[in-house]
C-alpha cells in the first residue's frame, strides 16, 4: 500500500499500485486533466508509471518547465514520425530538447528543402490529430540492437551498442513507430496539441566530430498555447534584425576570417566601443579598490597541471613544443597568473580582501561549427579579478561583489538580473570537506542579497561553486554573463599563503571574479539588446558633422575640432555626396547625433542636430551643445 507525499506536505494513501495518473485524478478532475508528467523522488516519469512503494510524487502541467520540456520531447518524436513516413529510407539518430524548442538529426542523401519543411509540418499536424497512443517498452539489449539494424538504422544501432550493459534499452511507442529515448513521454500524440513550427534546417556531423558523416538537423520550437507559439515567433523575427554579425557590418565594427576562425578583427569603431567599455570597467574597479595586473599568455605546462587546468581543459589548450621539448601552452583563463602574483613578497593577514583585475586575452579550442559571432569564440578578454581573502571575510566580499556587477549592469541598462547558484561538480579537485565550506559560505552570501536566484546542481567550476549572473535583454532573452566562485583549492595547489595574526602561515581563499564575462561576448550582447542604437555615453562614434556643401566646410571643420575637445567622440564628412545620401549612410551607421551645418549654423555659432530614428531637427547653441552632451557623456548620465 504506497504513500504518496505531495509536495505541499500532504500525503495520499492507496490501497495497491498506482499510476501518476491515478494520483493526479485523487487530488483534482481539473489537475488530471492538466497532468503531464510526473517526478517519483526526483526521477522524471511517465504518467502511466506504476508506483508501489512510498515515495514523494510531483505532478506537472504544461505551465511547468518540466512539462514544457515533455511537449517539445514528444513534438521531435512526431518530427521524425514524420519524416519517415513522408521520405522512406530516411534514418534518425539524435533529438533532443533545447532551449524554446528541439531539433533531430537524419540521415538523408536529398537534401530537405524549405517546401519539405511545410510538407513535414503538415503531417505532424496529421499525426497529432490521429492521437496515436504512447507507449513505452524494455528490450534486450541484443534483441534492440539486431531490430533497428534490419530496418537499416544503423546509427540508432550505434547509439544501443553504446549504452551501459547495466542500463534499460528503452523504446517508445506512438502507435507503431517506435524510436529508443528513456523518456518521459506523454501519453498520446493528441496531447501535443498544434502550437509548434519547424524553423529550419542545416548540417550537423554524427555525434559533433567533423570526422563523422554529415548529417541534416531540423530544428523546431513547441509551445502550450498558440499565444506562446506567436510570442516567441515575434522574438525570433525580432532577433533576426537585431543578428550582431549583421548590425556589426553595417556599423563597420568589426569583422571575422578564416585564417583565424573565431578570433575578432576589430575595426575603429569597434575597437573603440571595446576600450570605452574597458575603461568604464577600469574606472569602477579602481574606486573599488582593485589593482590592476598583467600577466604572460604562455605558460609551462607544468603550472597548468599543477592548478588542475591541464587535467579538465588539456585537450581545449593550445600548446607548444619548444626546441628544448618543454611544452607551453596559452593560457585558456588568467586564474594561475594571478596567484603566482600573488606570491611574490610576503602577505599578511592585513593586507587581505587583497583584489586584483586583469583584462587578460584567453583562448580556447572550440569546435567550428560551435562560433557564432562574437557570441562563441575561441580567443577572448576576460575582465577578470580575483579576489584574496580570509574565511571570515568570504560573505562580505561576495555581497560587495554582487553589488557592483548589478551597479554596473544598471549603468549599461540591464535592471532584470536573476541569480544561479551552481554547487560541486562530478569532476573536481579538493576534498568534500573544503566543498563543504565553500558552498556553504557562497549560498550564505547568495541569500544576503535578497534577490531571486535558482540552484544548478553540479554546475559548478571544477575548483568551486559560483554564482551566475543572468541578464534579461530587451526582447526577453536570457544571458548568463557575470560570474563568481568561491575557490578554497588553487591556492592551496599553487602554494599561496599569508601570515595569521597568531604568526601561523594560512591558505587564503580565492573569489573568481568577472562582471562581462567575455568582452567579446558581452558587445555582441550589448549590440542585440540595443539593436545597435547605444545609449549616447557608450556609443563608439558619438557625432558627425556634416556641411551641406563645401562652402561649409571649414565651419564643420571647426565645429568637429571644439567637439573632439570636449572629449566626443566624433567625425567630419566632407565626401562630395549630397546630404540625403549621408543621413541615410550614417543612419544605417546607428551615429547617435548629425550635426548639419549650413548658413544658418555660420551666422549663429550653432549647429542643427538630428537624432537617430528622428526626421525631426533642432538646431542648438554650439556652447550651450558641447555644455549638454558632455555632461552626458558618462555613465550615471545617461
Not at 562560433?371 to 581573502?389: E, N, S, W, Y
Not at 548658413?599 to 549663429?604: A, I
Request: aromatic share 10%; with cysteine; hydrophobic share 35%.
Amino acid at each position: 500500500m504506497p504513500i504518496i507525499k505531495l509536495p505541499d506536505g500532504n500525503n495520499l494513501d492507496f490501497p495497491n499500485k498506482v499510476t501518476g495518473l491515478n494520483v493526479a485524478e485523487k487530488i483534482s478532475k481539473s489537475l488530471a486533466k492538466q497532468a503531464i508528467v510526473i517526478s517519483v523522488d526526483g526521477e522524471l516519469k511517465d504518467l502511466d508509471y506504476l508506483i508501489d512503494k512510498d515515495c514523494s510524487v510531483k505532478i506537472f502541467t504544461s505551465k511547468n518547465p518540466e512539462g514544457l520540456e515533455t511537449i517539445r520531447h514528444d513534438t521531435a518524436h512526431v518530427l521524425a514520425m514524420a519524416v519517415q513516413e513522408l521520405f522512406p529510407g530516411t534514418q534518425v539518430t539524435i533529438g533532443p530538447v533545447i532551449e524554446n524548442g528541439f531539433y533531430y538529426d537524419f540521415a538523408r542523401k536529398e537534401s530537405f528543402t524549405e517546401e519539405d519543411l511545410i510538407k513535414i509540418e503538415n503531417r505532424m499536424k496529421e499525426i497529432v490529430d490521429r492521437n496515436e497512443i504512447t507507449r513505452r517498452e524494455v528490450w534486450d539489449r541484443n534483441k534492440a540492437i539486431s531490430h533497428f539494424k534490419k530496418k537499416g538504422e544503423v546509427y540508432k544501432a550505434e547509439l544501443i551498442e553504446a549504452i551501459p550493459e547495466r542500463e534499460d534499452v528503452s523504446i517508445y511507442f506512438h502507435g507503431d513507430w517506435h524510436d529508443l529515448c528513456r523518456g518521459p513521454h506523454l501519453s498520446s500524440t493528441g496531447k501535443i496539441g498544434k502550437y509548434f513550427k519547424l524553423t529550419k534546417v542545416s548540417g550537423a556531423y554524427w555525434r559533433g566530430d567533423s570526422n563523422n558523416e554529415m548529417l541534416q538537423r531540423i530544428y523546431g520550437t513547441s509551445w502550450a498555447t498558440q499565444k506562446d507559439l506567436e510570442e516567441y515567433l515575434k522574438r525570433i523575427e525580432e532577433a533576426e534584425k537585431r543578428d550582431h554579425r549583421k548590425l556589426g557590418k553595417e556599423m563597420n565594427l568589426f569583422h571575422f576570417r578564416e585564417e583565424s576562425p573565431g578570433s575578432v578583427f576589430w575595426h575603429e569603431k569597434g575597437w573603440a566601443l571595446f576600450q570605452k567599455l574597458i575603461n568604464y570597467m577600469k574606472m569602477k574597479q579602481d574606486v573599488a579598490g582593485y589593482k590592476e595586473i598583467n600577466t604572460p599568455e604562455v605558460l609551462d605546462r607544468t603550472l597548468w597541471e599543477k592548478s588542475g587546468h591541464w587535467e579538465k581543459f588539456g585537450a581545449n589548450m593550445y600548446t607548444s613544443t619548444t626546441p628544448d621539448e618543454k611544452v607551453f601552452a596559452i593560457k585558456p583563463m588568467n586564474c594561475p597568473g594571478c596567484v603566482e602574483v600573488f606570491n611574490q613578497g610576503l602577505k599578511s593577514y592585513k593586507d587581505l580582501p587583497l583584489k586584483m583585475s586583469e583584462f587578460g586575452k584567453v583562448h580556447r579550442y572550440e569546435p567550428s561549427g560551435a562560433l557564432h559571432g562574437l557570441l562563441r569564440v575561441r580567443a577572448f578578454t576576460q575582465d577578470d579579478a580575483h579576489i584574496f581573502c580570509t574565511e571570515e571575510q568570504i560573505t562580505d566580499e561576495c555581497l560587495t561583489v554582487t553589488n557592483l556587477i548589478l551597479e554596473i549592469y544598471k549603468d549599461l541598462g540591464f535592471e532584470n538580473v536573476i541569480l544561479k547558484y551552481s554547487d560541486r561538480p562530478d569532476l573536481r579537485v579538493g576534498d568534500d570537506s573544503v566543498w563543504d565550506k565553500a558552498e556553504a559560505a557562497l549560498l550564505q552570501a547568495v541569500k544576503a542579497t535578497k534577490l531571486e536566484y535558482s540552484i544548478n546542481k553540479g554546475e559548478g567550476a571544477f575548483y568551486g561553486p559560483k554564482i551566475e549572473f543572468v541578464l534579461r535583454d530587451a526582447i526577453g532573452r536570457d544571458w548568463q554573463c557575470g560570474t563568481l566562485q568561491v575557490d578554497f583549492n588553487l591556492p592551496s595547489r599553487l602554494g599561496a599563503s599569508y601570515v595569521d595574526k597568531d604568526g601561523s602561515k594560512k591558505i587564503p581563499v580565492m573569489l573568481h571574479r568577472a562582471l562581462f564575462g567575455s568582452l567579446e561576448r558581452f558587445i555582441g550582447i550589448l549590440i542585440e539588446h540595443y539593436a545597435g542604437k547605444f545609449p549616447f555615453w557608450i556609443s563608439p562614434l558619438q557625432t558627425v558633422v556634416i556641411p551641406i556643401s563645401e562652402e561649409f566646410d571649414g565651419y564643420a571643420g571647426e565645429v568637429y575640432k571644439k567637439i573632439k575637445e570636449a572629449g566626443i567622440s566624433s567625425a567630419v564628412d566632407l565626401k562630395k555626396q549630397n546630404l540625403n545620401y549621408k543621413i541615410r549612410d550614417h543612419s544605417l551607421a546607428k551615429i547617435p547625433l548629425l550635426l548639419i551645418c549650413g548658413k544658418k549654423e555660420v551666422d549663429s555659432n550653432s549647429v542643427t542636430i538630428r537624432r537617430l530614428d528622428s526626421n525631426k531637427q533642432e538646431n542648438m547653441d554650439l556652447n550651450l551643445f558641447l555644455k549638454t552632451f558632455s555632461a552626458l557623456n558618462k555613465a550615471s548620465s545617461k
